[in-house]
């Protein structure tokens, strides 16, 4: 079955730029081999490499277990304290292999960061999903500005390597935020706006500015803390290392972290000496400080608008960097021109209601009914007054659907603020009480101020077996807030709003896996796991295993797969023909190796594709406007399939206006299996449409990446893992 002869195609334009295709000796490297005196524990040995590759003198990369390098590393530098590099000779590299290619990637990336340091009127710094950040510093950069911050313009910088050893530019727009104050100044003026990530804001030994995770502020002074290890106050370490007297004098003892160090303890530093990594969710905070003035509040709202670039913007801008990073880094004349590339457009998913009506959106269920009934019995709580009565437009929307659906709901459970507990034990005996009457799901109304801690409000009603949906009071609720709540309460006892109409293929999957890990930075909740059937029916979510390193546990995938497995025979009375599984950023090596060797045993296919939101950069098509050419983002389900690479970078969304801001498009790779890119692309798409707890929206994800992503997060912020024994996996509690 030919799917591409039946799609429509497309022209798309990317925000890539040709440099060159790499030479042979572009293409060898010098590897070495480590040895640690002591093996590393698991999770840690791609960092220790990592941190191995900065101590040789030469521009280094990991592959594998391996290190390689441009040049040869000086024999001084191959030996540390615990560990010893062995000269394996050279070796050539293969952009068709994918680790290959991005270790290229990963040299030409260094090479373009060095190039672009050289200049005093710009800073490069790592961007957090890849790649660079190149940026104007000092007055001639700042576009906007107000009381302790900036923006300043930029570009995000990278570089992407075809199978064919083409090497490309990627270049975006890019706003950095900053501000010139310490911490001490911040914390003076905006005391209620907190802090996540500081700096130094003077140079290290390596001429950078060291990032850190924030702790706490005390009223401790600087002469009065010890450091023990170097005999010294932390007033006199700071001398030493070139503080002033009058920052050392005027500072109070701050806290911070090292954000790279999982079990990091806490370091004692100075208020002044520390400045606050700015967000646009700090400055959207400070907008809302009521002792910010009406012209500084317009002045944020106009940065929130003016960073919300269109995609002709984009490409403009990136168009004219390009051109000048050719001709300063590479040397090359020629003027940039952005990539174009052949493209499908795929079509879209058709949703279905209760008795498989179709429907155009998740909203539509309110006329349909749900595609599947769970729970009928709901308790309601109200933390905000007295008042027994559901909020009015949420009654309405749960006995329209119920009404739809053929079935009365209970909604006659209902507590006030006035019968809620003080006490820690009483509250979780009022939990277990409403439990043991047959609630599974309340609906919490609760301010966002209240006394009452969410949080503990959640894990309680957890260890119970409840899910709770939360909603504030104020602004009340109009029909399209409501739909969402109803929508989220229903999600969590077990209903399923819509489903999907399978996609009409021999080779399409029958069980789709999507698989996400979370950190709170000392361990990893990986393996959250959600599953759907090939129509988009929930087989529901499973416990995610802790473990130390990003890298998933091969033997926990396969407990997480093998429990769905049986999960889809229960409901189809078979085994599964062919599953996918999907994992939420890259796929590391051997993750998913265990698993598929034991469904080869029982004759099951499998594919694996690793789904990255970053790398993809971003997707417009050409038309014209008044008779000037003019770029537009490219219509939703449009993809480039990319066999060579075996991926393909697809959108999934829309900006919410044609003129403001831009999509971003997500890269998928097909890590294993044997399925056409084709019918992978179209499968990955429809998931993305499948919302069922927002009325309006689809998501950027598939869904059960979304729920995984949405699940792991959870899991995190709840820490508790053994609470989730006592709640039904088909309870979507992350929704």
């Known amino acids: 079955m030919d799917l591409l002869s039946n799609l429509r195609r497309s022209s798309i334009v990317l925000n890539r730029f040709y440099v060159k295709s790499l030479s042979q000796s572009d293409l060898t490297a010098y590897e070495y081999r480590c040895i640690f005196k002591k093996t590393p524990e698991l999770g840690d040995e791609k960092r220790l490499l990592a941190s191995i590759c900065y101590k040789l003198g030469a521009i280094a990369v990991r592959i594998g277990s391996n290190i390689i390098t441009k040049e040869a590393v000086r024999p001084e530098k191959l030996q540390g304290h615990d560990w010893q590099l062995?000269?394996?000779?050279?070796?050539?590299?293969?952009?068709?292999?994918?680790?290959?290619?991005?270790?290229l990637e990963t040299f030409e990336r260094k090479f373009l960061e060095r190039d672009l340091s050289a200049s005093s009127q710009t800073e490069v710094r790592k961007a957090a999903e890849g790649g660079l950040i190149w940026w104007v510093v000092g007055a001639k950069g700042i576009e906007k500005s107000g009381n302790g911050w900036e923006v300043h313009r930029g570009r995000r910088i990278d570089v992407s390597l075809d199978a064919e050893g083409n090497l490309y530019l990627e270049i975006d727009i890019h706003h950095r935020f900053y501000t010139p104050w310490t911490v001490h100044q911040w914390l003076e003026q905006y005391p209620e706006i907190p802090l996540s990530y500081v700096r130094n804001n003077y140079l290290d030994e390596r001429h950078g500015f060291i990032n850190w995770q924030y702790g706490r502020f005390t009223q401790e002074r600087p002469q009065d803390i010890l450091l023990d290890c170097l005999g010294m106050s932390l007033a006199e370490y700071h001398l030493n290392k070139g503080a002033t007297e009058e920052e050392v004098q005027q500072s109070y003892v701050v806290y911070v972290k090292p954000i790279?160090?999982?079990?990091?303890?806490?370091?004692?530093?100075?208020?002044?000496?520390?400045?606050?990594?700015l967000t646009m969710e700090m400055l959207a905070k400070v907008a809302e400080d009521s002792t910010v003035c009406d012209r500084e509040k317009r002045e944020i709202r106009a940065v929130f608008k003016s960073i919300k670039q269109s995609i002709n913007q984009r490409l403009q801008e990136a168009q004219k960097t390009a051109s000048w990073i050719l001709t300063k880094t590479y040397g090359i004349s020629s003027p940039a021109i952005a990539l174009s590339c052949d493209g499908y457009l795929l079509p879209a998913a058709k949703l279905l209601a209760a008795n498989k009506q179709p429907v155009s959106k998740t909203a539509d269920i309110r006329n349909k009914g749900c595609a599947k009934i769970g729970e009928t019995s709901f308790g309601y709580l109200n933390l905000y007054n007295n008042q027994l009565q559901y909020p009015l437009e949420v009654h309405k929307c749960l006995l329209e659907i119920a009404n739809k659906n053929n079935l009365q709901l209970s909604l006659d459970q209902r507590r006030v603020l006035s019968d809620y507990p003080q006490d820690d034990l009483d509250q979780q005996m009022f939990w277990q009480t409403w439990s043991s009457q047959g609630i599974k799901t309340v609906l919490v109304v609760m301010p966002w101020d209240s006394h009452h801690d969410k949080q503990k409000i959640r894990i309680q009603a957890i260890q119970a077996g409840i899910a709770t949906q939360f909603m504030v009071p104020l602004p009340k609720a109009d029909k399209y807030k409501a739909l969402n709540v109803t929508l989220g309460l229903l999600c969590k006892a077990g209903w399923q709003p819509i489903q999907l109409e399978s996609v009409d293929h021999p080779e399409v999957a029958d069980l789709i896996i999507g698989f996400d890990t979370g950190t709170n930075r000392e361990l990893y909740y990986g393996t959250s796991a959600f599953a759907v059937l090939a129509d988009g029916q929930s087989l529901g979510w499973e416990l995610p295993a802790v473990q130390r390193g990003e890298t998933f546990s091969g033997q926990a995938i396969w407990q997480t797969v093998s429990k769905l497995i049986i999960k889809f025979y229960q409901i189809c009375q078979r085994y599964p023909q062919k599953l996918l599984l999907m994992r939420d950023g890259l796929v590391q090596e051997g993750e998913f190796q265990q698993t598929i060797e034991l469904l080869k045993e029982r004759k099951i296919a499998v594919d694996v594709i690793s789904v990255r939101k970053s790398g993809a950069g971003r997707m417009g098509q050409e038309i014209y406007e008044n008779g000037q050419l003019v770029y537009r983002d490219a219509a939703i389900g449009s993809v480039i399939l990319q066999p060579a690479e075996r991926s393909f970078i697809m959108v999934t969304s829309q900006p919410v206006s044609k003129t403001i801001g831009s999509i971003r498009p997500l890269r998928i790779v097909h890590e294993y299996g044997s399925t056409d890119l084709e019918l992978l692309a179209l499968q990955t798409y429809h998931l993305t449409q499948l919302h069922?707890?927002?009325?309006?929206?689809?998501?950027?994800?598939?869904?059960?990446?979304?729920?995984?992503?949405?699940?792991?997060?959870?899991?995190?912020?709840?820490?508790?893992?053994?609470?989730?024994?006592?709640?039904?996996?088909?309870?979507?509690?992350?929704?």
């Open 86 to 103: 062995v000269q394996m000779g050279t070796k050539q590299l293969d952009c068709r292999n994918d680790a290959h290619r991005c270790a």
């Open 260 to 277: 790279s160090w999982r079990k990091g303890k806490l370091t004692a530093h100075l208020s002044r000496r520390l400045s606050p990594s």
């Open 692 to 735: 069922p707890a927002s009325g309006f929206r689809s998501c950027r994800l598939p869904w059960v990446l979304h729920l995984a992503d949405r699940s792991s997060k959870e899991f995190q912020r709840i820490g508790q893992i053994s609470v989730l024994q006592n709640i039904s996996r088909d309870k979507l509690i992350a929704v």
